[in-house]
């Protein structure tokens, strides 16, 4: 069963530095997405990555993917106030596993961005 | 854009009440689903369907059905609500599993069950 977990669960972050979300999932996964959701929000797509190493950017975001180590980060660069909100990882399920097609979610990391 | 619509952004229900929560997409994608997200749980999977008159069990669907007469609409089926079903439901919709599987979300329906 895939399972995604993620850390921290919150992060208090000040302006202008550098963070790291992580996002580990438990077996084989062929796509690996970024959302984020603001409060009261539905959730919006960040980023969707396909294959070992990919590698991609949006601003201050960086998302990466190490299918080996089953592990994704999602980098923050010089955090401004905009960026508070939560952001979800998920896993989909690989062909030809019990979780083909289904995505999982991790819980989530509250991030708050302060001065 | 794609646009996901459901029907409802807030309900209140008493206990055992039937409940309808509706969800329409407008860019014919073939997969539909429904998440219930609570607060330190993520979202959780109810019910997907990649077809019309097709429905598969998520990690939860105890307690809920769906229905999928039509391609671009996917409902969701509360029979008798109950206290614990209190969530935020959200409707999401992609392409086909051949492609990127992005998901693209609906605004949310919050319903509560007194």
């Known amino acids: 069963e895939l399972k995604v977990e993620q850390n921290p669960l919150f992060l208090s972050m000040q302006e202008g530095k550098n963070y790291t979300i992580y996002c580990n999932y438990s077996?084989?996964?062929?796509?690996l997405y970024w959302y984020r959701q603001d409060p009261g929000k539905s959730l919006e797509s960040l980023f969707v990555?396909?294959?070992?190493?990919a590698v991609k950017q949006e601003g201050r975001l960086m998302a990466s993917l190490d299918t080996k180590a089953r592990l994704s980060t999602l980098h923050i660069t010089a955090a401004v106030h905009d960026l508070s909100a939560t952001y979800f990882c998920?896993?989909?399920?690989?062909?030809?596993?019990?979780?083909?097609?289904?995505?999982?979610f991790g819980a989530g990391t509250q991030v708050v961005v302060t001065p | 854009d794609v646009k996901v619509t459901q029907s409802s952004r807030y309900l209140v229900k008493r206990t055992g009440e039937k409940v309808f929560l509706e969800c329409v997409q407008d860019?014919?994608?073939?997969?539909m689903f429904w998440y219930r997200q609570d607060p330190g749980l993520g979202l959780r999977l109810i019910y997907f369907s990649y077809d019309v008159k097709m429905k598969e069990k998520g990690d939860i669907p105890e307690g809920y059905s769906v229905s999928r007469e039509k391609k671009e609409r996917f409902s969701l089926i509360l029979e008798s609500a109950s206290t614990n079903q209190t969530s935020m439901y959200l409707c999401?919709?992609?392409?086909?599993?051949?492609?990127?599987?992005?998901?693209?979300f609906g605004e949310g329906s919050r319903l509560t069950v007194l």
């Open positions: 999401a919709s992609s392409e086909g599993t051949g492609r990127s599987g992005e998901l693209f």
């Open positions: 860019m014919d994608h073939e997969n």
């Open positions: 990555l396909l294959s070992n190493g």
């Open positions: 998920a896993a989909r399920g690989a062909p030809s596993t019990d979780s083909w097609g289904k995505l999982q």
């Open positions: 077996t084989t996964s062929d796509r």
